[in-house]
């Protein structure tokens, strides 16, 4: 049974920091390339940051770049999100999973970032 557990979420102020971390088991997780998504309300769910299955590349959409680091422990089976420079709009619940579409696993219960101005 895959299961993925995202943890770190928090009610912080702009400017500030959070770091999440998600912990995935029931699949060989060094296999996968993985992504963290967050979905504001009344929102649909988008894409905020993906990792290669070694750590050596990675990706960010552009309203995040340069603000938000993702990394991973293949050895604790565990991706994290550290966010600098906080903002109102990234306010969300945030979720991990694989990068691709097609590989998907079942979603986890997300962690809430609310940041306020």
């Known amino acids: 049974q895959v299961q993925l557990v995202e943890s770190g979420g928090g009610l912080v102020q702009a400017g500030g920091s959070l770091r999440l971390s998600c912990a995935a088991s029931?699949?060989?997780?060094?296999?996968?390339?993985m992504g963290w998504f967050r979905q504001a309300p009344g929102k649909e769910r988008e894409f905020v940051a993906a990792i290669t299955w070694s750590g050596g590349t990675t990706y960010y959409t552009d309203s995040v770049k340069g603000r938000f680091t993702i990394s991973r422990d293949n050895a604790k089976n565990t991706v994290y999100l550290q966010m600098n420079s906080l903002r109102s709009e990234d306010t969300a619940v945030y979720y991990c999973?694989?990068?691709?579409?097609?590989?998907?696993?079942?979603w986890g219960q997300g962690t809430q970032v609310t940041v306020s101005s």
């Open positions: 999973n694989t990068h691709h579409a097609y590989n998907r696993w079942p």
């Open positions: 029931g699949r060989t997780f060094s296999n996968y390339d």
